[in-house]
């Protein structure tokens, strides 16, 4: 993940590269507001970007897919922090996404995922089932860490 406030330049590289494909994105030259997520390819010959996407643009969905993915797919209780882990999304951001989809409730101080399969499944219908699959074995995660 690369913070564009962090790194201006990387980031306003990454929006210059876009611009290399037809319409596909606007081209920023504020990226403070914007955390990318870069997705690289390892071979012998080293690591090669495929992609990148970004928070500000069309992450909220994205992240919402993922996640209604995994609670789908899960047997048994999982805690937002074990998605966190999971996903590299941040806990402060799993809260979010799950409190817009009224899938998360506050008892006795402690929020509990509520997620039942009938629901699950139209949320899936609305953000889409579309998308190429990617193989979550192969993904190295390096979440950015906050510094003071």
Not at 89 to 94: A, P, Y
Request: charged share 25%.
């Amino acid at each position: 993940m690369v913070d564009g406030k962090k790194n201006k330049v990387y980031g306003q590289n990454l929006c210059y590269l876009a611009k290399l494909f037809p319409d596909q994105k606007t081209l920023y030259y504020d990226v403070d507001l914007f955390l990318f997520y870069v997705l690289c390819e390892c071979d012998n010959l080293g690591c090669h970007m495929v992609g990148y996407f970004s928070k500000y643009m069309n992450f909220p969905r994205r992240r919402a897919k993922v996640l209604l993915d995994i609670l789908k797919k899960h047997k048994g209780n999982i805690s937002i922090k074990e998605l966190s882990d999971m996903t590299a999304i941040k806990v402060e951001d799993i809260l979010t996404t799950l409190q817009s989809l009224e899938l998360i409730q506050y008892r006795k101080g402690r929020h509990l995922i509520c997620a039942d399969p009938k629901v699950l499944d139209r949320h899936l219908k609305v953000v889409g089932r579309g998308g190429l699959e990617v193989d979550v074995s192969k993904l190295i995660w390096t979440p950015c860490t906050e510094q003071s």
